[in-house]
């Protein structure tokens, strides 16, 4: 009888329900704790006034979104730069491991030694990447003005990490590096779905390579490139390191984004609540892009 | 429609050559199989004329036209993969009228070819449908309208039934036989499935390691097989094949005597056989016989019953093993002594290189 074995386990041996919770037990706890708890907290922070150490926390209500939304001017600096960089984000770096992974996916020489080197900056941590493109932009030692040099242009060179027209983007181009490989990586194992055989029907049936592309290769692709954008999204919303490492947010605010605003308010100035508001307001953002979009792919996948 | 012809095509790789030399004739309207091991070749060639594999040497002729240089669509050619290869994101409709919509149909005359050919293959009712909603048989009707829908000039299928299940996969052989009639179109199949082969083919090309074995109607190969490969290769329950000498060749035909006390006078051309030349003898299943009076005496090890028929798996008494095609009601114990005889002018004699040894008289379907 299925039901009564299904129902009640066998003596000496830990049902179902008990497995569970001890194979899933430490990955929740862990969770819980690292991940959980802190994020209730700063629910409860965004509401508080609290210097980060005095024993007594006090209820303020809604004062510190209050204050950063119309006091804090370098919020809405942090908003638009962080509105900017999101854009880029789930452009650039998608885009090119799209195209990184097309080209890798082809059979040619070495294409492992390529797709290895094109995911190594994916590994290096995030304040290395940083502080080898913090050199690199030295306006006087740095590498990248130094070949611009040689190649003539002495025109184009900038104090790149110091002048606020370009600092923002400068910081992006040193992220774009670090983070292409791993939409690479992504759309590498979506290709390799792609049925050679479906490739070779729509040959037959007439199709030209474009044709291939867009009728076979990129439906494919559908539920990969929903995985990238997502992780793209989340990624450039909780961008620091690179922030913290290359310029800390300067010249002028103009890398501020709110994730290092969140971090600099904090723990630099002391101010939890107003620090906790933001990390609030950015998970709201972030949840605000995110869910609707999953809810859509997740319809049109459905229906497909 | 049309005809192809193939003149010394070759296919090679940086190491070996996969497809070595094959010569052959595709009529206008008929049903060409290739037939062979897995490894032959057989899906290679068939992709070479598709042009999906480059083409090495020798030429590929369509309606007479040399097209190894011309691409796949431009060919006019429709292929029928095993794995089906419908494009999953689109009806069955879409599927269908794909490469018409590529080659900028209009829209109602498109819709009216789907139509045309859904009714042809009864897939009406599933016309709106996404393949992953339809079963592998209704899957494969989708594939194969798919080609039809374009008025090729030939129709290419590999392996297109291999994925069905036995009894599907006997009902789907009636239609593509049906449909090869509607149509009136050439096509070339390509199975590892000799019972494909056999019921459905005007013309068998059996390949073995790259090579044409032989090339004939399905009954010219089952009785006058050119070689030991393809004695051995077509016929199920398999020829039993064994090593047997020569004891002496006349107008009359060739002496055999073999294992298990086998002697018997083959009715076949002696060419350069002679006394005491090595040779293969050969005989089916079905033209072994229990026979009360004779010659070779057994026992039964094994019966195989299927029914309406029975395999009887007999060792002789040096220990030779032979199978023998008996009726369903044949009442043979096993481990008991049987006797068999040998329908001589049934039999097949081949030389040491392996070549059979002419029929004095062929078998009237063949001629």
């Known amino acids: 009888m299925p039901a009564l074995a299904s129902g009640a386990p066998k003596p000496g041996r830990l049902g179902a329900p008990w497995q569970a919770v001890i194979l899933l037990g430490p990955a929740l706890l862990a969770y819980g ?16 006034r609290w210097d980060g150490l005095s024993p007594h926390a006090a209820f303020i209500g809604l004062a510190n979104f209050r204050f950063i ?58 304040i290395a990447v940083a502080t080898m493109w913090r050199w690199m932009y030295d306006p006087f030692f740095g590498i990248v003005n130094s070949l611009l040099t040689d190649a003539g242009l002495q025109r184009l060179i900038q104090d790149w990490l110091g002048d606020r027209r370009v600092a923002l983007y400068a910081v992006f181009v040193a992220y774009v590096w670090q983070t292409a490989g791993f939409a690479m990586v992504l759309f590498l194992a979506g290709l390799s779905n792609v049925s050679p055989t479906l490739l070779e029907a729509a040959r037959l049936d007439g199709a030209n390579r474009a044709q291939c592309f867009r009728h076979v290769t990129l439906p494919a692709l559908g539920s990969t490139i929903t995985v990238v954008i997502v992780l793209s999204l989340i990624n450039s919303f909780r961008t620091f390191d690179i922030v913290y ?24 100035l002391h101010d ?14 972030t949840a605000l892009v995110v869910i609707p979009y999953l809810r859509w792919t997740q319809r049109r996948e459905d229906a497909a | 429609m049309a005809t192809v012809a193939l003149r010394d095509l070759r296919k090679s790789y940086a190491n070996h050559e996969a497809i070595k030399g094959v010569t052959l004739d595709v009529e206008d309207r008929e049903f060409v199989v290739f037939v062979g091991p897995s490894g032959c070749g057989k899906s290679t060639l068939l992709r070479m004329i598709a042009g999906l594999e480059e083409i090495s040497a020798g030429d590929l002729l369509i309606d007479g036209k040399r097209v190894n240089d011309v691409g796949p669509a431009q060919r006019e050619l429709a292929m029928v993969f095993q794995s089906y290869a419908l494009y999953p994101h689109m009806t069955v409709a879409d599927n269908m009228g794909f490469a018409l919509k590529l080659a900028g149909v209009k829209t109602e005359e498109r819709n009216a070819k789907v139509a045309e050919a859904a009714r042809i293959l009864q897939l009406e009712p599933y016309l709106q449908r996404k393949p992953g909603q339809l079963s592998g048989g209704q899957r494969q009707r989708v594939a194969i309208g798919r080609s039809i829908v374009r008025n090729p000039k030939v129709f290419l299928f590999d392996e297109p039934l291999s994925n069905l299940d036995a009894a599907l996969r006997g009902q789907m052989r009636i239609e593509l036989a049906r449909l090869h009639e509607q149509l009136n179109a050439t096509m070339i199949y390509v199975t590892h499935d000799q019972v494909e082969a056999m019921t459905m083919a005007d013309k068998i090309v059996v390949l073995q390691a790259g ?48 294992p298990g006390g086998i002697s018997v006078i083959v009715p076949v051309e002696p060419g350069s056989l002679r006394a005491g030349t090595k040779v293969t003898f050969g005989i ?17 090890m094994i019966a195989e019953r299927l029914g309406g028929l029975t395999l009887l798996h007999v060792e002789l008494q040096d220990g030779t093993l032979l199978v023998v095609q008996t009726d369903g009601a044949d009442a043979t114990r096993l481990h008991e002594p049987v006797r068999l005889s040998i329908s001589a002018p049934h039999a097949h004699v081949f030389g040491p290189d392996g070549l059979s040894a002419e029929h004095l008289r062929r078998n009237p379907l063949t001629v």
């Open chain 2, 211 to 258: 090579v044409v074995e032989q090339i004939g109607s399905p009954l010219e190969l089952y009785h006058h097989p050119r070689n030991v490969f393809v004695a051995g290769f077509m016929g199920s329950p398999r020829m039993n094949l064994l090593p047997a000498t020569v004891t002496g060749a006349d107008t009359n035909g060739v002496a055999i005597s073999g």
């Open chain 1, 272 to 285: 939890f609540g107003h620090g906790s508001a933001i990390a609030v307001v950015l998970l709201a953002v």
């Open chain 1, 33 to 48: 704790v690292f991940a959980v708890l802190p994020f209730l907290d700063v629910i409860r922070l965004s509401v508080m």
């Open chain 1, 245 to 268: 490492g290359m310029t800390h947010g300067g010249p002028a605010q103009s890398t501020q984004l709110l994730a290092f605003w969140a971090y600099t308010q904090s723990m630099q």
């Open chain 2, 284 to 300: 089916r299943p079905e033209h072994l016989t229990v026979d009360p009076n004779g010659t070779l005496n057994g026992r039964a």
């Open chain 1, 69 to 126: 939304f119309t006091e804090d001017a370098v919020f809405w600096t942090a908003f638009g730069n962080s509105v900017i960089w999101t854009l880029l984000s789930v452009a650039i770096p998608p885009a090119i491991g799209f195209a990184l992974a097309l080209g890798l996916n082809q059979k040619l020489r070495g294409r492992n030694a390529l797709r290895a080197m094109f995911y190594l900056p994916v590994i290096i941590a995030p």
